[in-house]
C-alpha cells in the first residue's frame, strides 16, 4: 500500500503545474498534454524507490525517466528479477 501512496503523491506534485496555467478556454488541457509526466518518469520513480528508499533519488531519476529504466534494467540484482 505504501507504494501505491507514494506513486500517488509523486503524480500529484508532478501534474500540479500542469493545471496551474490558465489561458483560455482549452488552457489546462493543452498544458496537460505539452508539460505531462510519462510512464518512463512515473517507471523511474517506483523503481528507484523499491530499490534505494530515498525521495531525492527517486526525483532525479524520475527526470532522466527512461535512462534510468534501462540502467535498472542492465544492472538488476539477482534478488530483483523476481
Request: hydrophobic residues 45%.
Given at each position: 500500500m ?45 523503481v528507484?524507490?523499491e ?18 529504466v ?13
Open positions: 505504501n507504494k501505491f501512496k507514494l506513486s500517488l503523491i509523486l503524480i500529484l506534485v508532478f501534474s500540479l503545474d500542469c493545471f496551474a496555467h490558465q489561458s483560455g478556454d482549452n488552457g489546462v488541457r493543452n498544458t496537460a498534454i505539452s508539460s505531462g509526466i510519462g510512464l518512463g518518469s512515473v517507471l523511474a520513480v517506483v528507484s524507490w530499490r534505494n528508499k530515498s525521495v531525492l533519488l527517486a526525483f532525479l531519476h524520475g527526470i532522466f525517466s527512461w535512462l534510468y534501462v540502467y535498472f534494467v542492465l544492472t538488476r540484482k539477482p534478488e530483483e528479477k523476481r
